[in-house]
């Protein structure tokens, strides 16, 4: 696999006009809600995010706690903080944290609040811009907050396709908006990153090479991890010599006894997907400083 470059890139029309409309819309905004995934702290914040959202009070949401390393990304809350970020650490999947989530928000209103106090302006829902990458949880947390579903869920990229106003209560209102990327995922690891913790459609991808990336990041981070999952404890130079051991291993097999490779890589996409595989943070500190 070739580490210096990727041909990895995803940014079809939506993500483009809902940077548009985010942009004609922010004067609206009272408070952002910036998500990220918590396995990936750095390549899923939006690179340009700022160009849009101006200077507006931000709150930056890490989701998918249940499956990082909270130790590896601990580092980057601390990394994020030192920058003056408020961040707020969200298990979605468990419901923990969300009181966190209000107390910063409710902070955030207090100061509104007491603004539009001071120029004799009545109190007003707060309005709240949500964005973030693909698949990032934004729609989760909506249905988290709202308490009932409110927008479609799916475990891909790409379901919400406009910005929809939702209130949440009688205190606050989201604005929620498309999962979207930059046009130009230029360093190689965050386009890999993204393409490994499903933020960029798999129909688009190399997953050849996804996988591979995957399973080499495994080796060097989690060593236990792709022991105890795959049974191997290395991955070869000619990688399809590991998806040979993986596959007979699984049980992958067409005619013949040959390996069913299309399966196996399916196999591995999917155990990161769906969460099967959990404990992971593949963005370091150490790599972009």
Known sequence: MNENKTNINWYPGHMAKTKRLISENINLIDLVYEVVDARMPYSSKIKDIDTYIKSKPRILVMTKTDL?????????????ESKGYKVVLLDLEHNKNLNELYKATDMIMEDFNKKNTDKGLLNRRLRIL????PNAGKSTLINRLVGKKATNV????????????????EKFELLDTPGILWPKLEENNVALNLASLTA??????????????????????YPNTLKDRYGIDTVEED?????????????????????DYDKVISIII????????????????????
């Open 68 to 80: 990082c390393d909270m130790k590896e990304t601990n580092k980057w809350v601390k990394y994020y």
């Open 130 to 133: 949500i964005v973030g990458i």
């Open 200 to 221: 960029i459609k798999e129909e688009i991808l190399p997953l050849y090479d996804v996988v591979e990336y995957i399973l080499r990041t495994l080796l060097k981070y």
């Open 154 to 169: 799916g475990n891909m990229p790409g379901v919400t396709k406009n910005l929809n106003w939702i209130r949440i209560n």
């Open 270 to 289: 999917n155990e990161i997907k769906s969460g099967i595989i959990k404990g992971i943070t593949f963005d370091r500190i150490d790599d972009y400083e």
């Open 239 to 259: 990688f399809i010599e590991t998806l040979e051991v993986i596959g007979k291993r699984r049980g992958c097999l067409i005619k013949g006894g040959e390996i």
